[in-house]
């Protein structure tokens, strides 16, 4: 039911138009207009501004009611209209509801920060397409283009049924994204696995098993060949001096769903953590074409071993040649110095195979 006088007064001016619920008599009607009046800074009818004791006044008059003070009229309840819009004071403190919806976070900084040191983004359709096969539960939010999705039907689908948000984008956003034009059509922010120590992975060591030894080998797209290449001959535990280099999102890629089969084992000490090995049962060999190495061709690789390779400049340090059991190299025309480290690892790797693993 509409109560409302015209819709333009004297002065040209529109007036409010008041509407309410029937049952609602007029002189709730009545009060319920010059509550909004006081509110609206107490313009009456003719819309003239009055100052506050005659507004107070002009109210107790016409409504014959007897008057009352500041404090009486702030403790009595008032009536609110459907209509009336609230506003928030600045100062009053909005609470989270942890929906997504409103609400200020209430996350610690030191928390969040906390939270992305343990995540890191990987990309590549293949190294998604394992992640999500071997380590589904580790992801946190993905990206995709529409091209690709599909391919990643499975994985849309588990993540919505598990909460996980993704996004379907463009390239543009998903370059930005994933912080790289060569994403593959797909991006996931996922947890770290972090490395383990040498005691839990020597629990889980078998007879015949190849740990490869990595001394300043830091390049993520040759990171990610080795990955390649262990996983293909059977190879599951890297030593490293940075574990976390495995899981930048450039080696992972190159992996093409390697990672997910390899170890990372931390190495507190490189020669000490070689020497645990040796305490363990492995063989140490280093490689390298100083005299005194073996064809690799020719030589027979113990079942157990531990192979060390370093980088492709200086190769390895003095201190982890010294802790070699017996030593490598690989034969070739001479007319280069030496092999890309992840080449070198594929062809060595290899030879350990067909000696041990599939007799």
């Known amino acids: 039911m509409n109560d409302s006088n015209d819709f333009s007064g004297k002065n040209g001016k529109v007036k409010v138009m008041y509407v309410r619920s029937e049952g ?11 509550n909004d009046n006081k509110h609206r800074g107490g313009r ?16 107790n008059e016409r409504s014959g009611r007897s008057g009352r003070s500041d404090s009486d009229r702030d403790s009595a309840p008032r009536e609110r209209s459907p209509w009336r819009t609230i506003s928030r004071p600045d100062s009053e403190e909005l609470i989270n509801d942890h ?12 928390q ?4 992305r040191q343990e995540e890191t983004r990987i990309y590549g359709e293949n190294a998604c397409q394992a992640m999500f096969k071997n380590r589904p539960d580790a992801i946190v939010r993905a990206w995709f283009l529409k091209s ?24 543009e956003e998903l370059e930005k994204a994933s912080g790289t034009e060569h994403h593959g059509g797909v991006c996931f922010i996922i ?12 629990q889980e060591a078998t007879d015949k098993d190849c740990v490869l030894a990595l001394e300043d080998v830091g390049n993520p797209h040759n990171l990610g060949g080795i990955m390649r290449s262990c996983a293909h001959f059977g190879v599951q535990g890297v030593i490293l001096q940075d574990a976390g280099m495995l899981e930048s999102g ?20 490189f020669t000490s953590t070689l020497t645990k090995f040796r305490d363990a049962g492995y063989t140490i060999v280093t490689t390298s074409s100083h005299k005194g190495s073996q064809d690799i061709a020719k030589a027979q690789l113990p079942a157990k071993m531990v192979l060390v390779l370093g980088q492709e400049s200086d190769g390895l340090s003095d201190s982890a040649w010294d802790e070699g059991d017996m030593s490598v190299y690989i034969g070739g025309t001479g007319k280069v110095e030496s092999l890309n480290v992840s080449v070198a690892t594929g062809v060595m790797l290899a030879q350990w195979w067909q000696q041990n693993k599939t007799k």
């Open 112 to 115: 969040l920060r906390k939270q």
């Open 24 to 34: 609602q008599d007029d002189n709730k009607g009545s009060d319920k207009r010059q």
């Open 250 to 269: 450039a080696a992972i890629r190159t992996a093409e769903g390697g990672a997910e089969h390899i170890k990372a084992i931390d190495a507190d000490g």
């Open 99 to 110: 929906g997504g919806i409103s609400g200020k976070s209430l996350i610690d900084p030191e």
């Open 191 to 202: 947890k770290k696995r972090g490395g383990m120590d040498v005691e839990t992975y020597l």
């Open 44 to 59: 009456d009818d003719r819309g003239d501004r009055r100052g506050s004791d005659n507004r107070s006044g002009g109210r």
């Open 148 to 171: 690709v999705t599909p391919r990643f039907r499975d994985a849309l689908k588990w993540m919505a049924a598990n909460r996980k948000a993704y996004h379907v984008v463009d390239d």
